[in-house]
């Protein structure tokens, strides 16, 4: 953390503490690399280059002090304490973690099941409403990919036809309360393109056929939409 909170990187307060970590020469415990991953895989997408360099160096380190073959094995074991994280800083005071959570979502959620990202769709949905409407332009930047992102994964899993009526309707339930709460409310004007456009893909999968189970999935909903969008 300290690391990270200075810039300097050979002058400040973190100087003495880089040049001792700045490679992970001790043998750790797992259980303790197991603790490391969340934060360390969120340090990665530090927005600061020079931060950036030393918390990928260091993660290189961790990976390979781990009992797991690769990177991506070491990821997969601690997806779900990662996502809890990247969640948790999405509304850090600070804007580094802020951008760097979003960074992060947006790398972990490519190839990622829909059963390790439902549990957490809900928040991640609201707080990226929130974050598009960041005072810092690289951080709604950022918050925007991390929505496209997470948009491409709700479509899929709203799609019946692909995820099947438990998980379509499930998912509706849990997203449909947020675009018509926050998103279409929202003040940034990308949160409500990307809602109304989310909405209108959803409404569009079920509109192709009334009796498919797209479509019995969104009867439900239909008379919140329809107020909502007339």
């Known amino acids: 953390a300290q690391i990270r909170q200075d ?3 050979g002058e400040g307060i973190s100087a003495a503490i880089y040049a001792h970590y700045r490679a992970l020469t001790t043998p750790m ?9 969340p934060a360390l895989y969120m340090a990665k997408y530090d927005p600061i280059a020079s931060i950036r360099d030393i918390m990928v160096r260091i993660w290189k380190d961790l990976v390979r002090q781990s009992a797991v073959a690769t990177e991506t094995d070491l990821v997969a074991g601690c997806q779900v304490a990662i996502f809890q994280y990247l969640a948790s800083q999405m509304l850090n005071p600070m804007w580094r973690e802020r951008e760097a959570a979003a ?12 059963t390790v990202i439902e549990p957490f769709v809900s928040d991640l949905l609201s707080k990226c409403f929130k974050l598009v409407d ?9 918050a ?20 099947g009526m438990e998980v379509a309707g499930r998912t509706l339930d849990l997203v449909l309360p947020i675009l018509l709460q926050q998103g279409i409310l929202s003040p940034a004007i990308e949160a409500r393109g990307f809602c109304f456009g989310l909405l209108l893909k959803v409404i569009d999968q079920a509109a192709a056929d009334a009796t498919s189970v797209a479509g019995k999935a969104l009867e439900p909903w239909l008379d919140r939409l329809i107020d909502a969008l007339v």
């Open 103 to 114: 960074l992060g979502l947006e790398a972990m959620m490519i190839n990622r099941s829909w």
């Open 29 to 37: 415990a797992s259980d303790r690399i197991l603790a490391l991953v």
């Open 134 to 142: 960041d005072l810092r332009e690289s951080t709604r930047k950022a």
């Open 144 to 163: 925007m990919r991390a929505l496209k992102g997470l948009i491409q994964h709700i479509l899929r899993a709203c799609d019946a036809h692909e995820s």
């Open 7 to 9: 810039i300097t990187l």
